[in-house]
């Protein structure tokens, strides 16, 4: 039977499907991270590799020689990464060179079949296209955590350790974010002071520059968990309004469609902030309905199958995110924020 | 004779001085940087005791046993630091462990030799503090790139990066940043796209994430030469209001005195855009005079006068900073913005 391995590499996990020409589900894996620019080539095969093998594993029936794998993906690959994927997928039963397709592609194909319309993706980073012909037509955004990602995991989670810093050093106000981020690093309050500075601001300090930039995106949760907060609130509502800001710029007001959003940041902000987040990206959606997904592995399936030739219809993408939706474990939810 | 060698080590260059206790100026040189942060104990030691032998070189008086080095310093050193560096002063003459004192003493004491004030530094970062009875009694700020040091250099270079990166993305206003950050990396404006970016934002990401995130404090000088353009101008402003904060944060309302601004971002915004940086300043001082230094090699040596029991009046205070700016080389005065 010809069957398509489809992947959602994500710079926190990886989520491998197989399916058929018809959109029946055979398996599911999950895996760390498959992105190559976060985990490097080789720990990008390994994971993209564990991820399809655990999809496999699960699937009885045969794969013929047609069968061929696709991923949605991050950024850009090198040649090493497909040659080695070919050869690790082939050993699967997917032959062929894998295709790499972009995960706002992914992302936006997990919350519909038409082919024009819009996707926003907000984990780690940020990133939002324009689809039309079921091709990404334009991209903004994506320009990384120090030079751009307004509203993305990071920058939320760098406003936060700001603000507890500029509170801690007497230049901020008092907030709750304060109390969440010492205890997720273990840090007591107790009083005294290292060369005029409290005791926990030296240690937060310490531990902060310790970390990768990068990092810091894990603190984003705090400001979610904290958004009766007036300093945390403030955040996700200029978060929210980049985001907005961001989906505005790739709308081209000749041309309506469905605007999908993924990532973490999104999932986090229509799920526990909705009178934050909700209002600007209606708004910047021209008014359309928005529709949340929890990951791009629908769309790397509905991605492979345009590529095969089948012409989707409702009913096909219905089975086949009922299909997914079924065999995702639900125990393996992502957290509020990871990509 | 009884003499001092007065050190100013900044992150970018290092001053000496040496002085007899009349305040007389006997040589002076100028070396790297003797910041350890910076440049780490090897490299703090070569500039400082390059600095000193400068100094020590064109004097042709006599050292007495007595003779003694102080180095006003960001930061905190090491023992190891303080024992090389014994050693090396030694051999120049000037014996016992040298005295540190915070770069804000240095500063401070640069501009005034009245015992109670406050002093505002903002170079590659930023530090305030208030000074009575000639000591540092509260520092703020000085928590460094990634948690703080709003309006530092590095602030305002990636403000800059950022406004740029968001005009190339379509995602802000055209600036003349753009223009001045592209040739200032020598960057071609031609038309063509990779991956659906411009050619000239891809090479601009590529050329920023090469560099370590504190070297963006190179591009803060092209914010004060666009001072007209309305983004530069912004981002100026910002920079200002939290420099203003800063300060604001480390007065005592019931104590008056002189307010000593120190670092290339106050030079220059005090010199160049004195518009944008001299009201929220002055506000924020209470209405007090400012006044602007160009290092701290004056305070270092007033530290070290008052160190040796020398009571400060105003006409040896006029005589070091006389015999210092005679010493000063014009030629290698600072530009815009280093620290």
């Known amino acids: 039977m010809r069957k398509i391995l489809a992947i959602d590499a ?66 850009s690959v090198s040649p090493l990464l497909i040659e080695r994927l070919s050869e690790r997928f082939a050993a699967l039963g997917f032959g062929g060179e894998p295709v790499i397709e972009p995960d706002l592609l992914g992302t936006y194909f997990s919350g519909t079949f038409e082919s024009d319309g819009y996707a926003l993706i907000a984990g780690t980073g940020t990133v939002a296209g324009r689809i039309t012909g079921g091709r990404l037509a334009l991209a903004r955004g994506g320009t990384g955590w120090l030079l751009g990602d307004g ?42 002071s290292v060369r005029g500075r409290p005791h926990s601001l030296v240690t937060l300090m310490e531990e902060t520059y310790a970390l990768r930039p990068i990092g810091l995106a894990r603190f984003a949760p705090l400001a979610f968990a904290a958004s009766e907060d007036e300093v945390a609130r403030e955040i996700l509502t200029s978060a929210a309004g980049s985001l907005a800001q961001l989906l505005a710029a790739t709308r081209d007001p000749g041309m309506n469609g469905p605007v999908v959003l993924g990532g973490s940041v999104l999932a986090a902000g229509m799920r526990v902030a909705p009178s934050i987040f909700a209002a600007p990206l209606t708004a910047a959606a021209g008014g359309v309905e928005l529709i949340a997904v929890p990951d791009g592995v629908v769309g790397a399936a509905i991605l492979g199958l345009r590529r095969a030739g089948v012409v989707i219809d409702s009913e096909l993408f219905s089975r086949l995110q009922r299909g997914v939706s079924e065999l995702r474990p639900s125990s393996t939810a992502e957290g509020p924020v990871a990509g």
Chains 1, 2 share one sequence.
């Open 151 to 192: 509203g993305s995991g990071y920058w939320i989670g760098h406003q936060v350790m700001r603000a507890v810093v500029a509170s801690l050093d007497g230049l901020g106000p008092d907030t709750a974010l304060t109390g969440l981020v010492l205890d997720s690093l273990h840090i007591g309050t107790e009083l005294g």
């Open 10 to 75: 994500g710079g926190t996990s990886t989520r491998a499907v197989v399916l058929d020409l018809a959109g029946r589900c055979f398996g599911y894996g999950r895996a760390g991270s498959g992105n190559p620019t976060a985990s490097g080539v080789d720990g990008a095969v390994t994971e993209l590799g564990k991820a399809a093998e655990r999809a496999v594993a699960g699937d009885e029936s045969t794969t013929n020689h047609e069968s061929a794998a696709i991923i949605a993906l991050a950024g």
